[in-house]
T-cell receptor, first 114, second 110 residues
Framework: DTAVSQTPKYLVTQMGNDKSIKCEQN?????MYWYKQDSKKFLKIMFS???????INETVPNRFSPKSPDKAHLNLHINSLELGDSAVYFC?????????????FGPGTRLTVL | DAKTTQPPSMDCAEGRAANLPCNHS???????VYWYRQIHSQGPQYIIH???NNETNEMASLIITEDRKSSTLILPHATLRDTAVYYC???????????FGTGTRLQVFP
């Protein structure tokens, strides 16, 4: 069983389009995250949710909107895609979002904006 | 946010210990040190974490200097499957927000 899963694995789209990436975790965790990894492999947190409530919101353009329908799912919707949005997006989850809780990462979604 | 600095790459012979350093000179007292690794294009995988004491688990050991300004991840007997990018990360201000470094690409050779 996959602990943290993401769909799709690859996403190729045109500039200006709107797209969504889905994430699901079956670990029973309360906290979920979105990270962005750029072409230089730099990994940076974007958002975190605890039990469907937004906790961390880094300086991310408001074209990015996370949505958590329940605590097992955290989707990422991106409006008006730009070339600079091309990256690998990772979802992660942790038990309670405490500083000592291990974060478990999904396999990533490679987004390419043309 | 505290930052981490890592060498971009290292080599290690199979069966030998791999010692991966991380500098975090601006770390605060309640910020944890975490290590993750990323094999090829997979998602980051947790290895170990610590605050000020040395830690060991089935994967690795973490040595944190007394002043906490640097740490070393030790893979005691590196195998070819340990070839990966190893990230040192700091939790920001007693939160679960992980600030990742730029990573060290470890190449284990036969």
């Amino acid at each position: 069983d996959t602990a943290v899963s993401q769909t799709p694995k690859y996403l190729v789209t045109q500039m200006g389009n709107d797209k969504s990436i889905k994430c699901e975790q079956n670990l029973g965790h309360d906290t979920m995250y979105w990270y962005k990894q750029d072409s230089k492999k730099f990994l940076k947190i974007m958002f975190s949710y605890n039990n469907k409530e937004l906790i961390i919101n880094e300086t991310v353009p408001n074209r990015f909107s996370p949505k958590s329908p329940d605590k097992a799912h955290l989707n990422l919707h991106i409006n008006s895609l730009e070339l600079g949005d091309s990256a690998v997006y990772f979802c992660a989850s942790s038990q309670d979002g405490r500083v000592t809780d291990t974060q478990y990462f999904g396999p990533g979604t490679r987004l390419t904006v043309l | 946010d505290a930052k981490t600095t890592q060498p971009p790459s290292m080599d290690c012979a199979e069966g030998r210990a791999a010692n991966l350093p991380c500098n975090h000179s601006t770390i605060s007292g309640n910020e944890y040190v975490y290590w993750y690794r990323q094999i090829h294009s997979q998602g980051p995988q947790y290895i170990i974490h610590g605050l000020k004491n040395n830690e060991t688990n089935e994967m690795a050991s973490l040595i944190i200097t007394e002043d906490r300004k640097s740490s070393t991840l030790i893979l005691p007997h590196a195998t070819l499957r340990d070839t990966a990018v190893y990230y040192c990360a700091i939790t920001a201000f007693n939160t679960d927000k992980l600030i990742f470094g730029t990573g060290t690409r470890l190449q284990v050779f036969p």
